[in-house]
């Protein structure tokens, strides 16, 4: 069988400095990294968004996913070339560019994989972009743990700020799935070893400081953000912010660098701005604001995409990074599959290979919720795209396709990824449409809730309208914490929900768009720096652990140097 | 006062292209990571290392040094420099390059600073060599702390191998000075959370897989080398590897791209390579072999340094790496200050700039210890190099360097620090005299020590060749494990001492050269991959903290993104 691998190392990849080209950047303007990655500073996109008018900005995001997820990076990416293929024969189309997260080491060396597309729809050098990449992530953690250390080490030296070893919120992080981390003491070195005290290490993708990374407009406004983050309270339970232990210089100088988006290209050579990557429960899952701004700058089509289903990963989009970077899609693409259809139907996740229409029928139910979501709530036209599989049926393909566009709603299948940007010209055709026909309405951004309403308020208002549960619960510890926000002058913030992509309400297993259901909220917690209050309304690991046989175990590299066993 | 970071950042500098080009190289022979860092691929420098014959090797080593050291890189910087600017109007004495190690980000946060040299010697960009550089020791970490993770995992899904909780030797790494994470508990985080044990973090530097790294002669040797690190015994006490649990796959892979040597200039663009830095205690504390065998290929003269005094720094490259990479220095530069042999002659740190011939020549015992044993142990030739400082007189200096030369030692003061490489000419000039003289009596490689003695006979010939100590002393349990390395096939392993480097003794109040004493080994430890028997006979920090004011508070980023603040 025909690998991701075999298919990214087969690829003929154009050199970055022609890719920049493209894009309009003179080779002096970029930051190489090797001859296939570049970085580019964040003054060249400032002086390009200068002189250029934004183009079309497209999300994918998708249903609520099944377990093995329905494909939106690979149809990010098929879109993309979709476009750039269209445009072969009508150049009045212009040219796309693609935003897409940067893939952790966890899953890389877990379960997952790698996360550069897949089949014939990949970004490459898949293997760079799977392993370290630029450094961007090494640098999150290092900031991040710079801080960490730093708060230690000042209740180490006198602790002078009063800091309450019971009330520390910034956890240490490294790149890995490493379960034996999740509950840790440190500080048992002796008498120079540190203050003893319970700790728990977090993956990196689910820091703050990855949070603040993606959502910052400039390095001042990084810097700014970074000095927010509060890493404690003290025993007056006030809170001990990265400012007030004077570390937010070192952290905005180990993350200089890093904050310049990275650009590399599809295997059909359409340029590809990857740039960080924060979690998408906790934080709000897309990539770097500065990313998906140079992509707007310099082409005619941004696609990008955000993660779990439209509930919570579009839901953050619109609300979080839009609303902060003062952007607006013309279209969304939902990503959808038969066999996530068909899940939602009723039908078992061993099962829904098998042909069986009805269950897809019935599975509609969800795929519409988050349609009309968009569409009634934020004034988006969706456009869904059917990920096709090899076990796909064309008579359950065609009547989901009929389905949909008897309610009036657009719909396509995609082959993208054994077909590449050929297989994703209907898509690109569906999506042009829809975006035209929104700009000549310009309705502009409807957000699903108000920032100047109270916290508690925007937080029902999201479980309503966009999750259709009847109400919240909130219990006492939730809203005295809310209104401790409220007081210290965080009520205006976005709401940020961490709660399971599988259903629309907090319970995995209710399939389909359950009804008169409640959203449970177990805690709050704000991020002062990223600027967003975070609700947790579910279990969330922000440490993942390694199965019994991880991929690290296949993963080689051959005498030439050549990578192996990463799909 | 113009301080380092303002010398570095009003430097010109070539472009990296320009760089490789003066020694050979095509632009598409080299990995950019911008336009003034590089890293050359290991195929490309074996090819070099074929056509091409090896230059003269320069090592730059010191005398026992003060807590401040005396300036080993920064001289190494200056001699590159003198030596490119000798061959201006000498054009047969040919090109020097530098090969220099990594700095760890510790220092920079703490209380040392970078580690690029200093003054008019320097190499540069340096706050990017100072932070991250091209993410070498963000990659060995993630390769160090992969084999942690999937250890635990190991236990923590059957234990399969039976792997002691209690004689676990791999430690996770961080690149920061965290003394809190000196002694700690893991595997709390309840039944998911692995299997609690006691554990402790060091700093990257201090990692097995920093020395093995820097040790490698290529990628299939790296992996074969990270296969045999002993992570841990089991319950019969036998050793469990990296290739027992199937890691040396995935850790390669993780460091495939940072094996490659990195090339940057000096601040007079002699070409360096900068790459690898392990400690000079626990391990063998020089940059990594590909780094000098690169430098040795492409340039006429390779000036390379070797971590604290010579009785350490020295007796390692030689005994470990040299004998590894099958190379040998022509002639070496002993780095000594007024200061340091003031030091040595009694005087207090407080008062060392004061003026005191008397002192300075009472100091000398030390530096003629270690000049003597570079000539009648090694069959070396020791050039003194005096590091001047602001504060030297020139009665001292004079008095200085003829005692040396009244003893036949090649002795010359240098201004490198504030002239660069026009202040280290005499320098230059001594080395190409040294060398040619050494070559024409072509003496070759005379180690210490050889390899096939006994582990225990090894240690005492260093303890009294080198150290000048009448005896070891070695208590049962250290001969025990030494005889366990022994029966596990590692009898021919090179020594690696740890001790202080402030004495030549393990006490480091002793100065001077101090007779009779004993050596106390406190622990032996097999680093199988590196390939060799690490003796511990001090106190040995593996994992440094932060002082109440660190550096880090002073770190910052202006507006337009220069960083301030690093020294």
Redesign the interface.
């Known amino acids: 069988m025909t690998t991701d691998m075999d298919i990214a190392l087969n690829a003929e990849l154009d050199s970055i400095i022609d890719i920049a080209a493209g894009l309009g950047l003179e080779s002096?303007d970029i930051?190489?990294?090797?001859?296939t990655k570049a970085k580019v500073p964040?003054?060249v996109l400032d002086k390009a968004a200068e002189t250029t008018s934004d183009g079309h900005l497209i999300l994918v995001t998708a249903m609520s996913p099944t377990p093995a997820g329905e494909g939106k990076t690979t149809t990010s990416i098929g879109l993309a070339d979709g476009l750039n293929e269209l445009a072969r024969s009508k150049p009045d189309v212009g040219q796309a560019v693609l935003a897409l997260r940067e893939p952790s080491?966890g899953p890389v060396?877990g379960m997952k994989g790698g996360a550069a597309g897949g089949g014939y729809a990949q970004v490459v050098p898949m293997?760079?972009i799977n392993?370290?990449f630029?450094?961007d992530f090494?640098?999150i953690?290092?900031a991040n743990?710079?801080a960490?250390?730093?708060l230690?080490?000042h209740i180490?030296?006198?602790n002078e700020l009063d800091v309450d070893p019971r009330r520390i919120h910034i956890r240490?992080v490294?790149?890995?799935?490493?379960?034996?981390?999740?509950?840790?003491?440190?500080?048992?070195?002796?008498l120079?070893?540190?203050?003893p005290r319970?700790d728990?290490f977090d993956i990196v993708v689910a820091s703050e400081v990855m949070a603040v990374f993606c959502l910052s407009t400039s390095?001042?406004d990084l810097?700014q953000r970074l000095g927010r983050i509060v890493l404690a309270h003290n025993r007056s339970r006030e809170p001990i912010t990265v400012n007030d232990i004077?570390?937010a210089?070192?952290l905005?100088?180990?993350l200089?660098?890093a904050l310049a988006p990275n650009l590399v290209q599809s295997l059909e050579h359409s340029p590809a701005f990857i740039h960080g990557g924060p979690f998408a429960n906790i934080a709000h899952g897309c990539n770097s604001l500065l990313a998906t701004k140079a992509a707007l700058s310099l082409g005619d089509w941004t696609v990008t995409e955000a993660g779990f289903g439209a509930d919570l990963g579009a839901e953050k989009f619109l609300g979080i990074k839009c609303r902060t970077a003062g952007i607006w899609p013309s279209a969304v693409v939902v990503v959808a599959t038969l066999r996530a259809l068909k899940y939602h139907g009723g039908i078992s996740v061993a099962d829904v290979q098998t042909p069986n229409t009805e269950a897809v029928i019935e599975g509609m139910s969800n795929l519409e919720h988050h349609c009309g979501n968009l569409l009634n709530i934020y004034g988006l036209t969706p456009v869904v795209c059917f990920n096709r599989f090899p076990t796909d049926t064309d008579e359950e393909m065609t009547a989901a396709i009929e389905h949909l566009r008897s309610k009036g709603i657009s719909a396509v299948e995609s082959t993208h990824w054994a077909d590449g940007g050929k297989g994703a010209l209907a898509l690109a055709e569906a999506v042009v449409e829809a975006a035209g026909g929104a700009e000549k309405a310009g309705s502009g951004a409807r957000y699903s809730y108000e920032l100047d309403r109270p916290l508690e308020e925007k937080i029902r208002t999201i479980a309503q309208r966009i999750y259709g549960a009847a109400d919240v619960d909130l219990p006492t510890k939730v809203t005295r914490k809310l209104k401790q926000f409220t007081d210290e002058g965080y009520g205006d913030a976005p709401i940020c929900v961490a709660k399971t992509q599988y259903s629309l309400s907090t319970d995995g297993s209710l399939r389909g768009a359950p009804k008169d259901h409640i959203i449970e909220v177990k805690d709050v917690r704000l991020s002062a720096g990223a600027g967003f209050v975070v609700v947790i309304a579910g279990d969330i690991m922000t440490?993942p652990?390694?199965?019994?046989e991880?991929s690290?175990?296949?993963?080689?590299?051959t005498?030439?140097?050549n990578?192996?066993?990463?799909f």
């Open positions: 002096q930051i190489p990294y090797g001859w964040v003054d080491m060396f293997e760079d392993l370290h630029t450094g090494a640098a953690a290092a743990n710079l960490a250390t730093m230690d080490n180490h030296h006198g240490r490294v790149d890995l799935n490493d379960r034996a981390l999740r509950g840790v003491v440190i500080g048992l070195g002796g120079n070893g540190g203050v319970e728990a390095l001042t810097k004077g570390a210089g070192a905005t100088a180990l200089r660098s440490m652990g390694l199965p019994k991880p690290a175990l296949t993963i080689d590299v005498e030439d140097g990578i192996t066993g990463l």
